[in-house]
C-alpha cells in the first residue's frame, strides 16, 4: 500500500461537555443482547470507496460515506453517496484542507440535503470506549461505530507492508497522533475485541490492543431508519423522548 498518497484529517479537539452520552438514553438491559461477533455488514458490502481520503484530508467525511453504506446495505438497500457529496460537505465545512473535527461534519450532516440528506441521522451519541457491552451493542444495533483515532507513525510501516492489522507496536513511532488524528467507520466486531474498520477504501482489523492505546472518541450513529428498524423490529429501551428533548436545547 502506498502511504505516502494517504490522508487523514481528524482534528482533536478538547472533550465537548455536548457530545450525548449513549448510556443516557441506551437501555442495555431491554435492548438485544449483541452476538460475541458481528461482521456480517462485510458479507453484503464488500466494496467500500476511497473518497478522496487519498489526495484531500477528508477522513471525516469519508467515514460518514461508509456509515451510510453499511447502514443501509445491511438494511437492503445499499446506498453508495457519491464521492462529489462527501466532498461538497468537506468543504462546506470548512476552506482549507487542513482537515476537520468530527463534531463539524456531524452537525452538519444532520442538516444536509440532497445525496446525504436523505439518510442524515437524527442524532449521534458519545459511546463510552471502556464499556465493552456498550460499544458492541450499539454497532450491532446501529450498522457500526464512528472512530475517532490518533494514528501512531509506526502504522506507517505496516500499511506499507500491506498488513490488514492495525497492531500496537512498542517503541519508536509509537506515540499517540505521531502520525495524524484519523477517523474510520467501524461497522463490526470480532468475539476476541479486535474491530472490523473501513479506511481508505478498504477493509482492515483493529486489534482491542491498537483501540484501547489510540481510539479517543466513539460515535453511535442514530438514524431515523435505524431507530425503527433493527432486523425487522422495532428497538426497545432507547429512550427517543429524551435524545430529543436535550437535542433540542442544545
Known sequence: MNVEHLKT???VAPPDARNLQASRFLDLS??????????????????????????????????????????SGWAGHLHVPSEASIVALYWATGKQDD???????????????????????????????QSATLMRTAAYLFAGAYLCVNLPANLKPQLAADKTIWRYVSGAGSAPGSWAGHAVAAPGYYANGDWD??????RFRMTRRFLREYVYL????????????????????I????LRADLARL
Open 9 to 11: 484529517g481528524c482534528l
Open 30 to 71: 431491554a435492548l438485544p443482547t449483541p452476538p460475541a461477533s458481528w461482521t456480517r455488514i462485510a458479507q453484503r458490502v464488500t466494496s467500500w470507496p476511497v473518497y478522496a481520503n487519498d489526495r484531500l484530508n477528508d477522513c471525516t467525511t469519508a467515514a460518514i460515506g461508509h456509515k451510510i453504506m453499511a447502514a
Open 99 to 129: 482537515g476537520r473535527f468530527p463534531n463539524t461534519v456531524l452537525n452538519f450532516w444532520r442538516q444536509a440535503t440532497g445525496d446525504l440528506g436523505a439518510h442524515r441521522p437524527e442524532a449521534y451519541v458519545a459511546l463510552d470506549l
Open 239 to 242: 429512550d427517543l423522548a429524551s
Open 197 to 202: 474498520i473501513r479506511s481508505w477504501g478498504r
Open 218 to 237: 466513539a460515535f453511535a450513529i442514530l438514524s431515523t431508519d435505524e431507530l425503527q428498524r433493527v432486523n425487522g423490529k422495532n428497538p426497545q429501551g
